[in-house]
């Protein structure tokens, strides 16, 4: 197991004050079982009249926040202590077909009911005709879940130009296919349009991944960035009759989590935030402000630093 500080601030500012903002935050790291939540904390400023912390839909941290008071600049600083092991997956689930992982083909495999939605289009993910036949490259077949969702990750890795100037928050699958460049985000959407225009569920994941300074440097605090992946269901193979009326949590299956921009599996050096259909339903920070200002500025910090290795 690993452990972590996580820290995330976000910092607003405008050329004239904001009378009322309104927003939404996924900073809060997911307690799973190869995750563990230690310690969390977030702190906006000013602070806001209304600040309520829930679960959204998926399940995610979410938390609803409402600025009255004029200001000029907003922070929201988040800070997180996270103990995260290597998960482990079902080899025989890794092994079973891909053509198993596909719900609204196979309502019979148990879990197809929860996997059903991420194996639709969703705003950020379309399912565009390149995607699509690109995604059939890997899914040949009778080949092995697990082989076909490590290929195709690799593949994009390999076609695709890792290029922050490539694309912006609104380019589209399109725009990344025809580019074959683009950012972690694109490189998850890319790859869950390939999946999920063949009919295989996967859904976005968002989060941080621990990096090492190179040889011979020193760490340089808030020089993190947050990151995307993805992550592919893996049906439990057993007895469909199995699942019950109430469905089960643990007929869900699993979920196999690839990176494509790092072309590994994602590991202990992993901190899952949020998942979702897309980064439309777990961006770290989003919300509508009132104001007369014409420019505004936008900087994120990131810091992901080892507490040591627990045994």
């Known amino acids: 197991m690993r452990a972590y500080r996580v820290w995330h601030r976000t910092a ?37 009249g209304d600040l309520s912390a829930d679960r959204d839909y998926f399940g995610n941290s979410s938390t609803y926040f409402h600025v009255t008071d004029p200001h000029a600049e907003l922070t929201i600083t988040s800070s997180s202590e996270v103990v995260v092991d290597d998960p482990v997956y079902d080899q025989a689930a890794l092994a079973q077909p891909w053509e198993h992982a596909r719900p609204l083909l ?8 929860r996997a059903t939605e991420y194996a639709l289009e969703s705003t950020r993910a379309r399912h565009v005709p390149e995607a699509t036949a690109y995604g059939a490259e890997s899914l040949t077949p009778g080949r092995p879940l697990g082989e076909a969702a490590t290929d195709l990750m690799q593949r994009i890795f390999r076609d695709f130009t890792y290029d922050k100037t490539a694309t912006t928050v609104t380019s589209t699958v399109a725009d990344a ?3 074959r460049a683009g950012v972690c985000q694109d490189f998850a959407h ?6 999920r225009g063949n009919g295989v569920a996967a859904r976005y994941v968002s989060g941080y991944l621990a990096t090492e300074p190179a040889p011979g440097k020193e760490r340089v605090f808030g020089a993190d960035a947050s990151h995307a992946w993805l992550a592919v269901w893996l049906p ?19 979920w196999l989590a690839i990176d494509p921009t790092n072309n590994q599996w994602a590991n202990d050096r992993y901190v899952t935030v949020a998942w979702g259909r897309d980064y439309g339903d777990v961006s770290p920070v989003k919300g509508i402000i009132f104001t007369k200002a014409k420019r505004s500025t936008l900087r ?8 040591g290795e627990h045994a």
């Open 236 to 254: 439990r193979v057993g007895d469909a009759g199995d699942v019950d009326a109430a469905g089960d949590a643990a007929d869900e299956g699993q």
């Open 177 to 179: 296919m025809r580019k």
């Open 190 to 195: 890319v790859a869950l349009a390939c999946l």
């Open 12 to 48: 607003y500012t405008y050329s004239k004050p904001v009378q009322d903002s309104v927003g939404q935050f996924h900073l809060v790291p997911r307690p799973l079982p190869w995750q563990r939540v230690e310690a969390s904390d977030v702190i906006v400023s000013p602070e806001p």
């Open 106 to 113: 196979h309502p019979e495999v148990p879990g197809a009911w």
């Open 300 to 307: 994120v910090q990131v810091d992901v630093a080892p507490r």
